[in-house]
């Protein structure tokens, strides 16, 4: 079975604080993604990344940033929190769609982030 | 801009009954995916549709597929409570790598 796990399941920071938020995937997929989910919005995408050190903005990456340095690994960064950024924030992987596969995104136990 | 719409966006229903949610979609696309959610929980994969006329069915719930329509349907038979979720569907532009969701359709199953 895929495994995605994220770092933390809850977190509170303050407006401000740089916040580092990881997740792991243990299947070897190429492709990796960062939602984030809110009521009646569905989930957005906010950066995807498609090989390591490799990165691609999805429809709302103003205030994030990403890090894919091992394959394995994808991480989120908020340079200066702000309340609006205040969400559950979900992570994915998938194979890329050249390999076998039917293309589906795995994902993780998401981390709900309370920024104050 | 690829843009996905489902409806209902809330459904309360009574245990044993049958409904359909819908899932239209804009524009040109050869993959969809039908997922669930459970409350403070992530989500979880339910059905891939690859093709135009798919079907595919587990338990209760059946997904199909109508590309030239532009729609994909998730219907539910005889409900019981443990269906009760959100369920998302979402799609991939074609040759795209990232998907593209629908706002959720909450289902709730009352007894």
């Known amino acids: 079975d895929v495994k995605v796990t994220q770092s933390s399941r809850y977190l509170v920071k303050r407006t401000g604080e740089k916040v580092f938020l990881e997740c792991v995937q243990d299947?070897?997929?190429?492709?990796m993604f960062w939602y984030r989910q809110d009521p009646g919005l569905g989930l957005r995408l906010i950066y995807f990344s498609y090989d390591v050190k490799m990165k691609e903005k999805g429809d709302i990456p103003e205030g994030y940033s990403v890090s894919r340095e091992k394959k394995e690994r994808f991480s989120l960064i908020l340079e200066s929190a702000s309340t609006n950024q205040t969400s559950m924030y979900l992570c994915?992987?998938?194979?890329?769609?050249?390999?076998?596969?039917?293309?589906?995104?795995?994902f993780g136990p998401g981390t709900r982030l309370t920024v104050l | 801009e690829l843009k996905v719409e489902q409806n209902p966006l809330f459904l309360s229903m009574q245990e044993g009954k049958n409904y359909t949610i819908y899932c239209n979609y804009s524009t040109t696309s050869d993959r969809l995916y039908w997922y669930r959610q459970d409350p403070g929980k992530s989500l979880e994969s339910l059905f891939v549709l690859l093709s135009n006329g798919a079907v595919k069915q587990e338990g209760r719930l059946m997904a199909s597929l109508d590309t030239k329509a532009r729609l994909s349907t998730l219907h539910i038979t005889a409900a019981v409570h443990d269906l009760s979720a959100t369920y998302f569907c979402?799609?991939?532009?074609?040759?795209?790598?990232?998907?593209?969701f629908g706002t959720g359709t909450r289902l709730t199953i009352i007894p």
């Open positions: 299947m070897d997929h190429e492709n």
């Open positions: 994915a992987s998938a194979v890329v769609r050249s390999r076998e596969g039917q293309g589906e995104q795995f």
């Open positions: 979402a799609v991939d532009k074609s040759g795209n790598e990232k998907l593209t």
